[in-house]
């Protein structure tokens, strides 16, 4: 009963994260299209894919793929860039109480950004278990792999993917994730906290700086802003 339970959980993960898969493969295209032009066979893109599996901090580290390879460098920025996991699993702890760390360590790898926010907002509706978010990243894993082989057989024919707005999807499909979040007013204040943190720190901060000042800063505002602050007029 508990393994068919399991199953019925991992499936409905990964259809509710189809939606978002065509976004994440377009995206994963553009990768793959830069990957094939920084000389990177595409056994190594794919052990990067099962490995890393974080978009954002492929993008850096193919970005920064210059022979003689920035080792250190590109380690550095990857773990800048990947500390707002440690904001997301923190947000996924009631799903993981009572879990081995075994168990943790397996499913928490295939945490995305699309399927966290899936999961969240299922979360907030319905009982779900982990195999929940286990299904949605083996969904997103897949679509992200797919695209990136994709575009790295294409590298050689597509010049500017700019050109077919293939950068901008994981852009549109995130922002569009993010505003299903919205609660009112209520977070009003973090949101624009972020926004002003994470645009400053853009500026006068070297690299990716900005994420991790964008995610911890709005994370403190919610956390030391009273509720009663922020909430509507009338509101119970």
Known sequence: MGSQSN???????????????ASVGAYGSVLGLL?????????????????????????????????????AEITLAVMVINMRYLLIGASLHPLFIGKSLGHKALFIHLVADENWAMTMARFRRERITTYF??????????AWCCGTMAGHRLGAIIENPERFGLDFAFVAVFTALVFGFWRGRRDLLPWIGTA????????????????????????????????????????D
């Open 35 to 71: 990957a094939a032009k920084k000389g990177i066979d595409w056994l190594e893109l794919l052990t990067m894919n099962l490995f890393v599996f974080a978009g954002s901090a492929q993008f850096v580290a193919v970005d920064m793929w210059l022979p003689p390879l920035p080792i």
């Open 7 to 21: 199953f019925a959980q991992l499936r409905a993960g990964f259809i509710a994260n189809l939606v978002v898969a």
């Open 133 to 142: 978010l286990l299904g949605g990243g083996l969904c997103v894993q897949f």
């Open 196 to 235: 002003c943190l994470a645009v400053a720190a853009e500026r006068y901060l070297p690299g990716k700086w900005y994420i991790l000042a964008g995610g911890v800063g709005g994370a403190l505002i919610a956390a030391l802003v009273p509720e009663k602050a922020t909430e509507e007029p009338g509101n």
